[in-house]
C-alpha cells in the first residue's frame, strides 16, 4: 500500500528544520531594517484594599496557662476585627506557637521559667479610612503585636491593561520617532513581548501596642505606580 507523502509531512521529519530555523527563514523574510525597542507604561492609583497582621503574645509559668490566657486575649482580637465589619472570609489564622523560656546563668544550666505562646490572624479590609480606629481596637482589646498596614490593589490588572496601553504607545512613538531621524518610516509592527507587569506596594508599617490615647493613629494611602515594560520589532522602510 502507498501513502501518499506530503509537504509538511517531510519538513516534519527533516531534523535539521527547527523552530529556530524557522523564525530565521521569517526574519530573512524582512526587506527593510528591523527595529528593536524596550518601553514603559506606568499610571497610578489610589489603593483600595488593606492588609493588617494582629496577634497576642502571653507569657506564664506553664504551658496550659500561657495557651489559656493567649486564646483568650485573640478572642477579644478576633470580636473587635468583627465589629469592625471585617467577615469571617477575609480573617486568617496566619500563626501559632508555643516556646519554653529559659534563664541563662554564667557556669549554670538554663533553667526553665516559664512558656511563650504566640497567635496572630491576618486581616484585609477595604475601608482604607478606617484603619487607624480598627489598629487602636485592637490594641484596646490586647493585641500586643500589630504588622502593617499593608496597602495595596484588590484587582490590578484593569491597572496593568492601562500600563500596557501606555507602553505600547511609547515604543510606537519610539519608533516612529528612530524611523523619521533615519529618513524611513515605519512599515510594519513584527512583534511585541511582555517583560512584565507590576505594582509596588510600598512597605508595610510597624506598630507597637501603646496605651489609649485621645488621638487615633491617622493612615494616609497615598498612591501607588503600576508599570508595564514591554519589548517590540518593528520593521522601518
Same mark, same amino acid.
Given at each position: 500500500m502507498i501513502r501518499?507523502?506530503?509537504l509538511a509531512s517531510l519538513l516534519a521529519l527533516s531534523t535539521p528544520f527547527t523552530a529556530a530555523a524557522a523564525q530565521d527563514v521569517h526574519a530573512q523574510a524582512i526587506s527593510g531594517t528591523r527595529l528593536d525597542v524596550v518601553a514603559s507604561g506606568e499610571v497610578t492609583r489610589i489603593p483600595d484594599i488593606a492588609r493588617i497582621s494582629a496577634g497576642v503574645v502571653t507569657q506564664a509559668p506553664t504551658a496550659t496557662a500561657a495557651i489559656e490566657q493567649n486564646a483568650r486575649q485573640m478572642a477579644s482580637v478576633r470580636a473587635a476585627l468583627k465589629r469592625a465589619g471585617i467577615a469571617d472570609r477575609d480573617i486568617q489564622t496566619s500563626s501559632i506557637n508555643l516556646n519554653p523560656e529559659y534563664r541563662y546563668e554564667e557556669n549554670k544550666a538554663p533553667q526553665l521559667v516559664g512558656y511563650r505562646a504566640g497567635n496572630e490572624v491576618t486581616a484585609r479590609f477595604r475601608d482604607i479610612a478606617n484603619t487607624g480606629r480598627?489598629?487602636?481596637a485592637l490594641v484596646a482589646q490586647g493585641a500586643n503585636q500589630i504588622n502593617?498596614? $499593608?496597602l495595596g490593589l484588590d484587582k490590578p490588572e484593569a491597572a496593568l491593561d492601562e500600563a500596557r496601553a501606555a507602553a505600547l504607545r511609547t515604543a510606537q512613538a519610539r519608533a516612529?520617532?528612530?524611523a523619521r531621524a533615519l529618513g524611513k518610516r515605519v512599515k510594519r509592527i513584527l512583534s511585541v513581548s511582555e517583560?512584565?507587569?507590576t505594582y509596588q506596594p510600598p512597605?508595610?508599617? $510597624?506598630?507597637?501596642a501603646r496605651a489609649a490615647q485621645d488621638v487615633s493613629t491617622k493612615i494616609d494611602p497615598g498612591e501607588q505606580t503600576v508599570s508595564v515594560s514591554l519589548s517590540a520589532s518593528f520593521e522601518l522602510e
Open positions: 501518499a507523502v506530503t480598627i489598629l487602636d502593617g498596614p $499593608m516612529t520617532m528612530y517583560a512584565g507587569g512597605r508595610p508599617m $510597624m506598630m507597637e
